[in-house]
C-alpha cells in the first residue's frame, strides 16, 4: 500500500505539475483585477510545442540537443528519490538527499552548457547568471539538510520529513520548521526564476535568467525544458511543503492528498509574492541567498546546541 | 614482488636506452615503449596484492652502504593502492605522450626526455613502496629532481624557467620538513620504518612536519604557490602525471605518518579539515578567475586535494574521538577521490594537451568551437567536467557522497563538538560543488562550445589516435566507477581498515567500524541503481524527441541574437565575463587586478577590460618574503666588496677575537 502511495505520487506530480503555474498565474490575475490565463494553459502550451518542428542553429552541437532530454531525466530522477511529506519516496536509502541535490545540479549543468552551445552573448549572459545565483543557493539548501538530519536523525530525505513530527511551529521544533522553509522558500525561488529573483514573463531583458538561456530551443525541445521546469517546481515545493505543511496520519492517501494541497498552497505562495513584490537589483539576489544560508545555519545552531 | 622489481629495472634501464638513442626517433618510440611496459608490471604486481589480501603482501631487505639506510621495499594495502593509481595513469600519459612529442623528433633530445619520465615513475613507486626512510627521502628526490627537468623541457617558452625554479625551491623547502619529521623519528637510532616512532609529546610536532613537508608537495594552500606554476609548464602528459598521481605522494605520505603516529589527536583532525576547507574553496575560486586551460586544471588540482583532506580530517575526526563510522567514511571518501581524481584530472590534462596541440594556444578567450573540430577530445572532456564538478552518475560523485556521508552521519548523531567539524564538512564541499560547475561550465562551454574565437581556433583538427585512446579509456573508467561503484568501494575496503586500525580503530567483523562499510555497501548499490535509471532515462527522452520530430521540418538556422543581420564570433559571451560576477562576490578572497577603459562619448570608439588574477599567496607573503631573503643576502654582501685592504683587516680582526678568547682575557 505504501509503495503504491509513493507510486501515485510519482504520477501525480508528472500529471498536475504543468497545474503548478496555472495556480501561480490565476493568483497573479486576481491579485491584479484579471480573468487570466486558463489553469491549464501550460499544458495548452506545452502540447503545442510538442506538435511543432525543429530548428537548430547552425552553431550548436549535439550538447544542445541533449539539453533538454538530460534535463528531463534527471528531474524525473530526483522526483523518485523525493518525499511528500509522510508519503516516503520510491527510491529512499541514507543519503538519498546527496544524490538529489546532485541531479538538480546535473540538470542546471547541462541547461548551462546547452546555452553557451548558442554561442550568443544573451544566453552566456543568463548561464553565468544561472550558475552564480544557485552555487549561492546550495549552501541554504544543505545547510537546511543537516538541521533537519540532525532534528530527525535520519539520512534520508524521506525520514527528514517523514517519520518524526517537527512538532507544528511550536517550541524548537517550530523555531527550526520556520528557519528552514524560509530558507528553503529562497532558495525554491531562486532555483526556479521566480519573483524576487528573476522574471518568468519577460523575454528579451537584459536581467533576465532562466528564460534567456533557453531563448534557442524551439518546438519540442522547449515543450521539454518548460515541462522539467514544471516538475522541478513542484520538487521544491514539495520539499518545502513536505516540512512546512506536514500531514501524517494513517492513512497514505489522506497523506498523499494533504500534500498534494500542500503543493498547491506552495503554489499559491509563490503567486502572492510574485504579485506583491519586485523584482531585486541582480546585485541584491546574493545578498538575500546568503541571508538564506544564514538561517539555515541557524536551524543548525539551535538543533546541535 | 618480482613482478614490482622487475617493473622499476624495467623502467629504469629503458630510460637509460631511450637516453642513448638520444635524438634518434627510436628514443621516443624505446621511453614509451619501456614507460608502458614497466608501468603495466607495477600495475598488475600492485593490483594482485590489492586483491590478494595479507598473503600477497610482501618485503624486500637487501644491506645498503649508507649509514641508517637498507634498501627495503615492502607492498602493503596502502601501498598497493597508491602504485594501482600512478601506474594505471602514468602508463596510459605515456602511450598519449609518444604521439604527443612526435613532432619533435629529430629535432629535440626527446631520449632525456623519456628518462626522466622514467625516473619519475620509478622514483613515484619507489616513494610508495620505500620501508626506510632514507631510502624513501632519495626517491623522494629523486621524484622531485626529474619532475623540475620535465618542467624545463620547453625551457625556450617564457615563464617556463622561473616555474621550474619556483617548483624546485618549494620542493626543497618542503623536504627540509621532511628531514627533520624523520630525524625526529628516527630519534632510536634506525632508520626503518617499522623502527620509526614519536617521542612523548612529540606525535605533534611530527603532524605538523609532515602536514607542511607532504602538504607542500601536495599543493594545500597555503603551499601551493609552485602548482599552478610548475603543472601548466610541463608537456601535457607530464602534467597529468603530475596533477594526477605526483602529488597523490602527498597524501600518501601524510597517511603513511598518520599510521605511524597511531591515534591522532582532535586538533589534527580539525586543521586538516580547516586547511582542506581552504584548499577546496580558494582552489576552485582561484580556477575560476584563470583564462589559461592548464592553469585553469592545476588550481582544480589545488582544489581536489582539499576535497582529499576533507576526507581524512573527517577520518582522523572519527579516529580521535572513536566515531568509527565517521572515520571509515572519510577515508574512503578521501582515498576513492585520490583514485577518481587521478582519472578525471589525467583525462581533462590530455584534453588540454590535445586543444594546445591542435589550436596552438591555451587561452581560452582564443578558443572555442571545438566539439565540432575535435569530436572525441571534446567528448571525453564533457564527461571528465562532469566528472570532476561530482555530478552524478559519474565517478566524482561517489567519492563525494562518501565524504558527505561521514558528515552527515556525525551531524545526525549529533556526536558532541565534532559536529561542527563535520558541519565545516558539508558547507565545505557544498560551496566548491558548486563552484567547480561554474568553473568547468565555463571551461567546456567556451573551450568547445559556439563559434570560434580566432583562426588557430577554427582551423584546429582533431588529434591522432593514440592521443584520443588514452582519453577514452579513463572517460570510460569514469563512467564505469559512476555505475560500478558498489564494486570499487569493495576493492579499496583493505586499505581503508589498515588506515583505520593503524590510527586505532577496531576493524573485526563485528566492530563497530563495519557500521561505516555497511552503510556503504547498502547505499552504492542504490546509486548504481539510480545512476543506470538515469542513462535509461535519458535514452527514454531521446527516444520519444526523435519519434515527435520523424517526418517533421528540422532546419538548421542563425542564432537568434536579438535580430542582428550578422553575428559574428566576437559578440560571444567570453570566458572573463562568465565568470566576472562569481569573482564580484567573492573579490575579498581573490585580488584580481583590472584595467578599464570603459566607452566614452555619444559614439564610444574603443573600450577595454583586461583582468588578471594574481594569486595573493604569492603576492602578499612569498614575494615579499623572498624579497626580503634577497634584501639581506645584498646586506651581507657588503662584507665582501672586492678590497684587499678590508679582507686583510678581516683577517686581523678574527685573529684578535681568537687570540681574545684563547688567552680568556
Known amino acids: 500500500m505504501a509503495t503504491a502511495v509513493s507510486i501515485l505520487h510519482v504520477v501525480l506530480a508528472l500529471v498536475l505539475a504543468p497545474l503548478l503555474l496555472g495556480v501561480i498565474n490565476r493568483v497573479k490575475a486576481k491579485f491584479a483585477g484579471r480573468r487570466g490565463q486558463p489553469l491549464l494553459q501550460a499544458y495548452y502550451d506545452i502540447a503545442k510545442l510538442l506538435r511543432k518542428g525543429a530548428v537548430y542553429s547552425r552553431t550548436t552541437t549535439w550538447v544542445f540537443r541533449l539539453g533538454p532530454i538530460v534535463s528531463l531525466a534527471a528531474v524525473v530522477a530526483s522526483l523518485l528519490l523525493l518525499p511528500l511529506g509522510a508519503v516516503v519516496a520510491v527510491v529512499a536509502f541514507p543519503g538519498d538527499l546527496l544524490l538529489w541535490v546532485y541531479l538538480l545540479g546535473l540538470m542546471r549543468f547541462v541547461t548551462v552548457l546547452a546555452a553557451l552551445d548558442t554561442g550568443s552573448a544573451f544566453e552566456g549572459m543568463g548561464a553565468s547568471r544561472e550558475v552564480q545565483f544557485s552555487l549561492l543557493a546550495e549552501p541554504a539548501l544543505l545547510l537546511g539538510l543537516v538541521a533537519l538530519a540532525a532534528w530527525s536523525g535520519g539520512l534520508s530525505l524521506s525520514q527528514l520529513t517523514g517519520t518524526h513530527s517537527t512538532g507544528w511551529l511550536t517550541g524548537t521544533a517550530g523555531a527550526i520548521t520556520l528557519l528552514v522553509s524560509a530558507s528553503w522558500l529562497a532558495v525554491l525561488l531562486t532555483e526556479n526564476a521566480r519573483i524576487p529573483v528573476d522574471d518568468p514573463n519577460t523575454h528579451l531583458e537584459l536581467t533576465m535568467i532562466h528564460e534567456v538561456m533557453v531563448l534557442d530551443h524551439g518546438g519540442v525541445d522547449l515543450g521539454l525544458i518548460q515541462y522539467a521546469a514544471a516538475v522541478k517546481l513542484w520538487v521544491f515545493a514539495a520539499l518545502l511543503a513536505g516540512v512546512l505543511l506536514p500531514v501524517r496520519t494513517a492513512w497514505p492517501l489522506v497523506n498523499l492528498a494533504g500534500g498534494v494541497a500542500g503543493v498547491l498552497a506552495v503554489a499559491m505562495g509563490v503567486g502572492v509574492i510574485e504579485s506583491t513584490m519586485a523584482r531585486l537589483r541582480l546585485l541584491r539576489v546574493p545578498q538575500m541567498l546568503v541571508a538564506a544560508a544564514v538561517l539555515a545555519a541557524l536551524a543548525v545552531v539551535l538543533v546541535l546546541r | ?665
Open chain 2, 1 to 665: 614482488m618480482s613482478l614490482y622489481v622487475a617493473g622499476l629495472i624495467v623502467l629504469l634501464v629503458g630510460g637509460a636506452a631511450a637516453l642513448v638513442a638520444g635524438r634518434r626517433p627510436l628514443a621516443n618510440t624505446l621511453g614509451a615503449l619501456t614507460a608502458v611496459a614497466g608501468g603495466l608490471l607495477t600495475l598488475v604486481s600492485s593490483a594482485a596484492t590489492l586483491a590478494g589480501g595479507a598473503g600477497a603482501q610482501w618485503d624486500l631487505m637487501r644491506p645498503w652502504a649508507m649509514p641508517g639506510g637498507s634498501l627495503h621495499l615492502g607492498m602493503d594495502e596502502l601501498s598497493a593502492f597508491f602504485a594501482i593509481c600512478i601506474s594505471l595513469i602514468s602508463v596510459l600519459a605515456a602511450i598519449y605522450g609518444r604521439t604527443y612529442l612526435a613532432d619533435q623528433q629529430g629535432r629535440r633530445h626527446l631520449g632525456a626526455s623519456w628518462l626522466f619520465y622514467n625516473v619519475l615513475l620509478a622514483s613515484m613507486l619507489g616513494v610508495v613502496a620505500s620501508r626506510n626512510a632514507l631510502l624513501f627521502l632519495v626517491a623522494w628526490e629523486l621524484m622531485s629532481l626529474s619532475s623540475f627537468l620535465l618542467v624545463m623541457f620547453d625551457d625556450k617558452q617564457p615563464g617556463v624557467v622561473s616555474a621550474g625554479w619556483t617548483y624546485l625551491v618549494a620542493a626543497h623547502l618542503g623536504t627540509a620538513f621532511l628531514l627533520v619529521l624523520f630525524l625526529l623519528l628516527g630519534s632510536s637510532g634506525s632508520l626503518e620504518f617499522s623502527d620509526l616512532a614519536a617521542g612523548p609529546n612529540l606525535a605533534g610536532v611530527c603532524f605538523v612536519l609532515a602536514l607542511i613537508g607532504f602538504g607542500t608537495k601536495a599543493g594545500l594552500v597555503p603551499l601551493h604557490v609552485w602548482l599552478p606554476e610548475a603543472h601548466p609548464a610541463a608537456p601535457s602528459h607530464v602534467s597529468a602525471v603530475m596533477s594526477g598521481v605526483m602529488i597523490k605522494t602527498g597524501i600518501y605520505g601524510l597517511l603513511r605518518i598518520l599510521m605511524l603516529l597511531g591515534t591522532p589527536a582532535i586538533w589534527w583532525g580539525y586543521v586538516l579539515i580547516g586547511l582542506g576547507a581552504i584548499s577546496g574553496v580558494l582552489g576552485v575560486l582561484f580556477a575560476l578567475a584563470q583564462h589559461d586551460l592548464k592553469r585553469l586544471l592545476a588550481y582544480h588540482s589545488v582544489e581536489n586535494i582539499g576535497i582529499i583532506v576533507l576526507g581524512l580530517g573527517l577520518g582522523v575526526l572519527g579516529a580521535a574521538t572513536n566515531q568509527p563510522a565517521m572515520a571509515v567514511l572519510g577515508f574512503a571518501g578521501g582515498l576513492l577521490h585520490v583514485f577518481n581524481h587521478a582519472i578525471f584530472k589525467s583525462l581533462l590534462f590530455l584534453g588540454a594537451g590535445s586543444v594546445a596541440h591542435a589550436a596552438g594556444t591555451r587561452d581560452l578567450e582564443s578558443l572555442g568551437g571545438l566539439l565540432k573540430r575535435m569530436p572525441t577530445t571534446g567528448a571525453t572532456f564533457l564527461i571528465g567536467s562532469a566528472a570532476i564538478a561530482g555530478l552524478p552518475p559519474l565517478n566524482g560523485f561517489v567519492s563525494e557522497l562518501l565524504i558527505y556521508l561521514g558528515a552527515f552521519g556525525s551531524a545526525a548523531a549529533r556526536a558532541g563538538v565534532t559536529v561542527y567539524g563535520a558541519v565545516a564538512v558539508i558547507l565545505a564541499l557544498g560551496l566548491i560543488g558548486g563552484l567547480a560547475l561554474a568553473c568547468f561550465a565555463k571551461a567546456f562551454g567556451i573551450v568547445f562550445l559556439g563559434e570560434p574565437r580566432t583562426a588557430a581556433a577554427a582551423g584546429a583538427h582533431e588529434s591522432p589516435a593514440a592521443m584520443r585512446w588514452p582519453m577514452v579509456v579513463l572517460a570510460g573508467l569514469c563512467i564505469a566507477i559512476g555505475l560500478g561503484c558498489p564494486l570499487v568501494a569493495e576493492a579499496l575496503r583493505p586499505t581503508v581498515y589498515a588506515v583505520a586500525g593503524a590510527l586505532g580503530l577496531s576493524v573485526e567483523s563485528d566492530s563497530p567500524a563495519n557500521e561505516g562499510m555497511a552503510l556503504v555497501r547498502r547505499v552504492l548499490p542504490y546509486i548504481s541503481l539510480v545512476a543506470g535509471a538515469l542513462l535509461v532515462m535519458i535514452g527514454g527522452a531521446g527516444l520519444l524527441r526523435w519519434r515527435l520530430l520523424r517526418g517533421r521540418a528540422v532546419e538548421p538556422g542563425l542564432t537568434w541574437d536579438c535580430g542582428y543581420a550578422a553575428p559574428t564570433p566576437r559578440m560571444q559571451y567570453t570566458a572573463s565575463s562568465f565568470a566576472d560576477p562569481i569573482l564580484k562576490v567573492f573579490r575579498r578572497l581573490i585580488r584580481q587586478q583590472r584595467q578599464v577603459h570603459p566607452p566614452e562619448g555619444l559614439l564610444p570608439a574603443e573600450a577595454s577590460l583586461h583582468t588578471h588574477a594574481q594569486d595573493p599567496f604569492t603576492e602578499g607573503g612569498y614575494r615579499p618574503a623572498f624579497l626580503a631573503v634577497m634584501w639581506l643576502s645584498g646586506q651581507v654582501r657588503r662584507l665582501q666588496g672586492g678590497r684587499n685592504q678590508v679582507y686583510v683587516l678581516y683577517i686581523a680582526l678574527a685573529l684578535l677575537v681568537l687570540l681574545v678568547w684563547k688567552l680568556g682575557l
